[in-house]
C-alpha cells in the first residue's frame, strides 16, 4: 500500500503547489489590475482617508476638504465656484468615482502616488499625517471668469490658451453643474447626481472638449491659411476668379452665399463678408489631401489629452470633391470642439507654431515641492510664418472692417473670424454662434479664443450671429488676460 | 536475561519520544499569535490591546493541556502536528478579534440585526471544546484498531449526520446545519472523520476482493457489484444528500476521500480514472439541474460582471480584490480592508483578510503549514502497520488537503466557490472542534506507528544458537 501513498503524497503536493502558484499570480501579478478596477472600494475609501490635495488656479485653491463623520469616507470634497470650475476640475464624489484633473491626478490628490513615496516614508517617521499633493493649472480665474459670466445662462463653452505656450487660460461650458452637490454619497446627493444625469441640458458635458459642433465659417480661416500654404493664392489681395454662382464640382449644386457681391472677390475681402463660394472653390483647387493635411497638422483627426482627454475633431479623411468643398467652409462632416478651434485660432496668432495645449502646469508634493513641472511643446507647424502672417493680416481685418467690429479692444491688435453654424436637417435647427480670435501685443499673442454659443433661448433665430453673441464674450475673455 | 542481549534483528532501543521538540514548538505556536494579536492592538489603537494576556493565556493553557496529555497517553506521537495545529488556530483567532473591531463590521451588524456579537471569545470557546475533544479522543482511543469494530456504525451515524440538516431551516443559502437553541452545529465536518472510518473498516476488508476479483471492462477492472455496492451506495447518498442541501464542498470532499482511500486500498489506477469520469459525470449533472451551481460557476468566471457583482454576491470579487490590496507583503495586520467583504470575512473568506493583512508572504506561509499537516499525515499512513491505520490516516489527511485546496482555490478564484472554511482559522465551532478531534486521531496513529515495537518473547532456543557462532 506504500507505493499509492505516496503518489496521494504527490497529489496532495501539486495541490498545495497550485495554491501557491495562484497566491502568487493573484498578489505579484495581478495586483495593481486588481486595485485599479473600478469596483475596488478601497480606491474611494484611500482618495477620502486623508485630507485631499487641491488643484489651484492663481495660486488659490479651488477646491478644499471637509471633514465628516463617516466611517469610510473620512473627508469630504468641497468646491469654490463650482460650476464656474466643473469643467476644470472634474467631480470627485463619494459615491459616483471621479472625472477630469481629480480622476486623472488621484494618486497625486489623495496622496496615494509613487512619486509621493518619498514624502510618504517621512511622514511615516516624522508621524506627519498623510496629506494629499496639489495640482497647479494653467489657467487664469480672471479669464475664467470673464468667460463663464459672459456664457451666463446661454448653452456654449469658450476655450483660451495662450498661443505661446500651449497654456489652457480659461475652460468654461455652460450650463454647469455643481460638483459640491453630489460629492457625498447620502440620498440627496444621489438625488442631485440623478437630476443631473436626467437633465436634458446635459451639464454635466463639458462642452470645451467633449463636444464637436459644425464649425462653420470660423473654418475658412483654416481653408485660407491652407490655400496660401499650398499656393492656391498668392496675394491676399488679387481677384480669387470666384464665379457666382459657383458651382459645386462634379455637381449642378450652387454653393450659396450669404454675402453679396463674392464675384470675383480677394481673399482679404472673401474672409472678410464670408464668402461661400470663394472658400469651396479654393478648397477645390488645394485639392482634399492637402486640405486633409493642413487640417490634422492643426489638430483635426485625433484626440489631445491637456491631459483631460478632448473628444477628436473630424474632417473626413474619404470625401468627394464636393463634399471636401463644403467641409472647407465647415459643413458636411467637419466638426470639431472649441479647444481644436482655439488651437485653429493659436496656431495662427503664433505665427504658425502650434503649442499641445495643456493644463496643468505643475504637481506639487504636499510640501510644495515640484513633483512634475510640464514644459511647452511643440505640437506641429501646420503653416509657415509667412502664411500665419498673411492670415493674421486678414483676420485682423474682419475685426476692424467686418463681422467681429464686435471684438475690437482700444489700442490692442485683434484678430477675429465670426461664424453661424447652421445644422439639422436642412439646416432647420437653431445656429450656433461662432467667434475664434486672439489678440496681439509688441511681445506676440497672449491669447487665443474660442467661443461656441450654442443655443439661446431668448435671441431671435435671425439675430443669432457669432458677431453678435460670440465676439463679446471673447472680447472680456481677451481684455481680463491682457489686464494682468 | 536482558532485552537488549536478544540476537533477533528487531532491537528494542528506545525511540526518541520527541516530546521536548513539541514543547519547544509549541512555545513559538503560542508566541507568535501573541506577538500578532499585540501587532493588531497597536496598528488600530497605538497601544496593546487589552484582552492580550486573556488570549495568550487560553491559547498557552489550551497548547499545555493538549501537550500534557500528549505527553502521556500518546508518547511517541509525531511532534509536529500538535503545534501546527496550535499555531493556525491562534492566528485564526486574532484574525477574528481583528475583525471584530472593525467600525464597518459593527455598523453592518448593528444596522442588520440591532447588536454586535464579538465572535473571538466563542473561537476561544470553541476551542477549548475542540481541545477538549482532543483530549477525550487521545484518552477514550487508546489504539485506532478499535475504531475499525465500528465500521458499520459510522455508516450509519454518518448518513444520520449527513441527514439531520434537511430538517432543519436553510441558513446562508445551505441546509448544512442543525440549530438547537443557541448552537448551530455543522454535521458535516464530523461526517467527513466517521465517513473516513467507515471507508477504512469496509476497504480493509473488501480490499483484495476489489483488488482482484474483478471483470475487465474498457480496459478497466470493474470489480463485483455486491463487494462495491455498499461503499458506493454511501458515496451516492451522500453526494445525493449534500446536493440536496446545496452543500457543494463537502461533496467534492467526500468523493475526493473516497477516490484516494479507494486507491490507496486496491492500488489500482484505474479507480483514479474511474473517479475522475464519475466526477466528470456528476460535475456535468449537477451543474445542469441546479441552478445555485451554475451560478457558482457563473461567479467563478465573471467575479465582475454586473450580473454577478451587483447581482447575485460580491463576494468573490471583493475576495480578490482583498488579496490583490495584500500585494507582496500585505497591508500590515489591521490595516487592511477585508471586512468589505462583509459578513464572511471571518468565516468563509478568513483567508482573504489574511491575504490583504498578511500579504503573498503571509499565505505562502499558511499554505505551508497546511501542507506540513498534511505531509506529517501521509507520512504517518506510510509509518502505519496496519492497514486500517493506513487507510485512516490517509483518508483524513487527503480529505483536509482537499478541504484546504477547496476553500483556498474558492476564495482565491481558482476554482468555483463551494463554502467550506479553512481548518482552523476560520470562525465556527464545528470546523475547528471536527478538525481537533481529526488531528487527536491522526496523533493517535503515529503515536501507534512510531511506538517502538514489543520485544519479541526470548526464544527457547537462543541457547543452542548462540553456540554456533564463530
Known sequence: ?484 | MSVVTNTTTIGAIEAPSRRNTELMMLAFSVAIPVFAYINVGLALDGKLPAGVLGYGLGLGLLAAVAHLVVRKFAKYADPLMLPLAVLLNGLGLVMIWRLDQSPRLILRAESAYGAFSADAPKQMLYSAIGVALFVAVLLIIKDHRILQRYTYISMAAALVLLTLPMFFPARYGARIWISLGPINIQPGEFAKIIIAVFFSGYLMVKRDALALASRRFLGLYLPRGRDLGPILMVWAMSILILVFETDLGTSLLFFGMFVVMLYVATERTSWIVFGLLMSAAGAVGVASFAPHVQQRVDAWLNPFSTAVFDGQSDQIGQSLMSFGAGGTLGTGWGQGNSDLIKFAANSDFILSSFGEELGLAGIMALFMVYGLIVERGVRTALAARDPFGKLLAVGLSGAFAIQVFVVAGGVMGLIPLTGMTMPFLAAGGSSVIANWALIAILIRISDTARRPAPAPAPSPDAEMTQVVRP
Open chain 1, 1 to 484: 500500500m506504500n507505493r499509492p501513498l505516496r503518489r496521494i503524497a504527490v497529489f496532495c503536493g501539486v495541490l498545495m503547489l497550485a495554491l501557491l502558484i495562484r497566491a502568487n499570480w493573484l498578489q505579484y501579478f495581478q495586483a495593481e489590475e486588481l486595485n485599479e478596477n473600478d469596483r475596488n472600494r478601497r480606491v474611494q475609501i484611500a482618495r477620502y482617508a486623508s485630507e485631499r490635495g487641491d488643484i489651484i488656479v492663481d495660486s488659490k485653491p479651488i477646491t478644499g476638504s471637509e471633514q465628516t463623520d463617516d466611517t469610510d469616507y473620512v473627508y469630504k470634497r468641497t468646491y469654490v465656484d463650482g460650476p464656474m470650475w466643473a469643467p476644470v476640475t472634474g467631480y470627485a464624489s463619494q459615491a459616483f468615482d471621479a472625472n477630469q484633473i481629480e480622476k486623472i491626478e488621484d494618486g497625486i490628490l489623495s496622496g496615494t502616488s509613487d512619486r509621493l513615496f518619498f514624502d510618504r516614508t517621512t511622514a511615516m517617521f516624522t508621524g506627519d499625517k498623510k496629506k494629499g499633493g496639489n495640482v497647479v493649472t494653467t489657467l487664469s480665474g480672471a479669464a475664467q471668469k470673464a468667460a463663464f459670466t459672459g456664457l451666463g445662462k446661454k448653452k456654449g463653452a469658450v476655450v483660451a490658451v495662450e498661443p505661446r505656450t500651449g497654456r489652457i487660460l480659461a475652460l468654461a461650458s455652460t450650463p454647469s453643474y455643481d460638483p459640491a452637490g453630489f460629492a457625498g454619497y447620502s440620498r440627496a446627493d444621489e438625488k442631485r447626481w440623478q437630476a443631473l444625469e436626467r437633465d436634458e441640458s446635459k451639464p454635466m458635458l463639458n462642452r470645451a472638449l467633449r463636444e464637436i459642433y459644425p464649425p462653420g465659417s470660423p473654418f475658412k480661416v483654416l481653408t485660407a491659411a491652407a490655400a496660401l500654404e499650398h499656393g492656391a493664392v498668392d496675394d491676399i489681395e488679387e481677384p480669387t476668379d470666384t464665379p457666382e454662382p459657383y458651382i459645386l464640382p462634379n455637381t449642378r449644386v450652387p454653393m450659396k452665399n450669404l454675402a453679396q457681391g463674392c464675384e470675383n472677390v480677394s481673399l482679404k475681402k472673401a474672409l472678410e463678408i464670408s464668402c461661400n463660394s470663394v472658400f469651396a472653390k479654393l478648397a477645390d483647387e488645394v485639392g482634399r489631401e492637402k486640405m486633409l493635411e493642413t487640417a490634422e497638422k492643426f489638430g483635426f483627426n485625433r484626440e489631445h489629452f491637456t491631459p483631460v482627454r478632448a473628444e477628436a475633431s473630424v474632417y473626413d479623411r474619404e470625401m468627394e470633391r464636393s463634399e471636401n468643398s463644403l467641409s472647407a467652409i465647415g459643413q458636411f462632416n467637419t466638426a470639431t470642439t472649441p479647444l481644436q478651434m482655439a488651437m485653429v485660432a493659436a496656431g495662427i496668432a503664433n505665427d504658425g507654431r502650434l503649442m499641445k495645449p495643456y493644463m496643468i502646469d505643475r504637481l506639487e508634493s504636499p510640501d510644495l515641492d515640484v513633483i512634475e513641472q510640464h514644459e511647452p511643446e511643440e505640437l506641429s507647424r501646420p503653416v509657415s510664418q509667412k502664411t500665419a502672417q498673411l492670415v493674421q493680416e486678414m483676420m485682423e481685418n474682419v475685426v476692424e472692417s467686418g463681422s467681429g467690429a464686435n471684438a475690437r479692444i482700444p489700442g490692442v491688435t485683434v484678430g477675429g473670424k465670426t461664424g453661424t453654424a447652421q445644422h439639422g436637417p436642412q439646416n432647420s435647427k437653431r445656429p450656433y454662434a461662432w467667434f475664434i480670435s486672439y489678440a496681439k501685443t509688441d511681445e506676440g499673442s497672449p491669447v487665443a479664443v474660442a467661443v461656441i454659443v450654442e443655443d439661446d433661448g431668448r435671441t431671435a433665430r435671425d439675430d443669432i450671429s457669432g458677431g453678435g453673441l460670440a465676439a463679446p464674450i471673447a472680447r472680456s475673455v481677451m481684455e481680463a488676460v491682457l489686464k494682468k
